[in-house]
């Protein structure tokens, strides 16, 4: 599938970039790279324009505009929610109309390219490019953790350009399909909307989306690309690709061979093959790591808190933090203290806002 960008490469620009293509291997780049600096320039025009006239227009109350830390917080989550839904629309749709890459073999998944996954890599790359450098300046704000995911990110979205694992790179944006959810949970806290039935409903879908796309399709896929990758440390492309490649004008075209610039691919090396593994195990252990303090949140809510003894002894004692069976609600009842809450507050059930983590819990380890 053709490049689905409306604008063709800028002459100047693939010329410009064409040296440290060659010289780090990015074969593809240069047709991308007019996609990658737009998408960062757009990025960055939606922090610095739409984010501070949008939210100022529509929550004058609660846009920090005169505290730095705090509005680079806002924009930021204003920029990622854009992001976050506009590349995975994109990568759902190459998913689902990319008719080459829908029949790629192994072989065509590691070295192969079609002009639609080359658009989905460039919006990745060009989305950490505006966050590493908004992470750099404000690195007071956002600290040394985000800067280094940041540059991490970049530099394995990177190496998508040789092109390696163009199959992939729609599979694991989709990654971002909980973010959306995650960005509007902060935001419903940020406009005291907190506890809400919208944030309820808000929670459940993050939560789903959460399990379903990073643990269960995320852990799914990282297995058959690791598969993939091993093959590839031991063997190049078969013979009858590269034959077919150098066969006529026609198969050279990557908008009509999906392995056109497989035409002097070797295995590839073990240090890229463990750069992706390793990258990618560390992101899953961060997805399950994220995902049991969300599980800790939930049972938070269930178990009934502890009664410090100071406040025992003045008896100011609330039914809805103890169990009616509990020593201390018991004795507190008997003593004639606090009586009318006592009697007239029943044991609350739980309910379903009870699943729902606050933005703190959520983002503690911080999700991405």
Known sequence: MRDPFPLP?????????????????????????HEVVGFALFYTFVQVVVSPVLSKRLFPRYYPAHDRAKK????????SLVQSVLVNGVALWVMAVDEERKAMDWQQRIWGYTGACGFVQSMAAGYFIWDLIMTAVHLDVFGLGLLAHALSALVVYSFGFRPFLHYYGSVFILYELSTPFLNIHWFFDKLNMTGTKPQLYNGIVLLFTFASCRLVYGTIQSMFVYIDMYRATQSSPDAGYLAASHGNSTMTDPNH????????????????????????????????????????????????????????????????????????????????????????????????????????????????
Do not use: C
């Not at 790591?289 to 049972?299: N, P, Q, S």
């Open 72 to 79: 680079a917080n806002w924009d930021s989550h204003v920029v």
């Open 9 to 33: 490469p800028i002459p100047a620009l693939s010329k410009a970039v064409q040296p440290w293509a060659d010289k780090f291997g990015f074969a593809v780049l240069p047709l991308h790279v």
């Open 257 to 368: 061979n999906v392995m056109a610039f497989a035409t002097d691919a070797e295995p590839i090396p073990i240090w890229l093959a463990a750069l992706y593994v390793a990258s990618n195990i560390t992101l899953n252990t961060l997805n399950w790591h994220w995902f049991f303090k969300m599980i800790a949140a939930v049972r938070k809510r269930f178990e009934p808190a502890k009664v410090p003894a100071a406040v025992k002894e003045k008896g100011d004692i609330r039914p809805t933090d103890l169990s009616e069976t509990m020593p201390a609600y018991q004795a507190a009842n008997a003593s004639g203290r606090d009586q009318k809450p006592l009697l007239e507050t029943r044991k609350r059930r739980s309910t379903l806002e009870d699943l729902t983590p606050d933005s703190e819990e959520l983002r503690d380890g911080t999700i991405q």
